[in-house]
T-cell receptor, first 112, second 118 residues
Framework: SQQGEEDPQALSIQEGENATMNCSYKTSINNLQWYRQNSGRGLVHLILIRSNEREKHSGRLRVTLDTSKKSSSLLITASRAADTASYFCATARSYNTDKLIFGTGTRLQVFP | GAGVSQSPRYKVTKRGQDVALRCDPISGHVSLYWYRQALGQGPEFLTYFNYEAQQDKSGLPNDRFSAERPEGSISTLTIQRTEQRDSAMYRC????????????????FGEGSRLTVL
């Protein structure tokens, strides 16, 4: 079963615009991670945010976490065509430290 | 090696045959995960090892699926008596730490093994 759901399922924007993706999850977590996947290739880790953190930045990426609402958002600023990919959130549950459970993903298309 | 290596990259087999998928993690990584990914979906957890110990196999669909990591490095996922519904991309990942809640909990994924069962 999958823990998280991303919203929207698909997003199309122009280069230079910002892209915002949301992730909702069901159980208490220790951390939440975001991954990118290009065209069916291997997933690449982007950023990890712990349950006691509210916001984290990495280059053009900004991640927020609201544990009271069990949700996270990923913002990509000044998007580029190369950002076209699927983005997944993944959660490590606080009561089960073994699994990293992935969401359903957001497919982002950035047009030049 | 430099990254997680999986083989074969593509496997086509007939229904009823056994298949073995191999994963060679990043050298020194403690944890190794197996996931299955259907087209357009997120990776679905199958099983997980810390060193050679299988910590959780709750995601394995049924007893035709098994995995091992005998020396705490290379892992093999075996599917016996394959069925058409087993067709999917099988992905392996490793991490430095022991589990996603460790300080180095990010996963490094291989390119996957695409299995097609005819």
């Amino acid at each position: 079963s999958q823990q998280g759901e991303e919203d929207p399922q698909a997003l199309s924007i122009q280069e230079g615009e910002n892209a915002t993706m949301n992730c909702s999850y069901k159980t208490s977590i220790n951390n939440l991670q975001w991954y990118r996947q290009n065209s069916g290739r291997g997933l690449v880790h982007l950023i990890l945010i712990r349950s006691n953190e509210r916001e984290k930045h990495s280059g053009r990426l900004r991640v927020t976490l609201d544990t009271s609402k069990k949700s996270s958002s990923l913002l990509i600023t000044a998007s580029r065509a190369a950002d076209t990919a699927s983005y997944f959130c993944a959660t490590a549950r606080s009561y089960n430290t073994d699994k990293l459970i992935f969401g359903t993903g957001t497919r982002l298309q950035v047009f030049p | 090696g430099a990254g997680v290596s999986q083989s074969p990259r593509y496997k086509v087999t007939k229904r009823g045959q056994d298949v073995a998928l191999r994963c060679d993690p990043i050298s020194g990584h403690v944890s190794l995960y197996w996931y299955r990914q259907a087209l357009g979906q997120g990776p679905e957890f199958l099983t997980y090892f810390n060193y050679e110990a299988q910590q959780d196999k709750s995601g394995l669909p049924n007893d035709r699926f098994s995995a091992e990591r005998p020396e705490g490095s290379i892992s093999t996922l075996t599917i016996q008596r394959t069925e058409q519904r087993d067709s999917a991309m099988y992905r392996c990942a490793s991490s430095r730490g022991a589990g996603p809640n460790s300080n180095t909990g990010e996963l490094f994924f291989g390119e996957g093994s695409r299995l097609t069962v005819l």
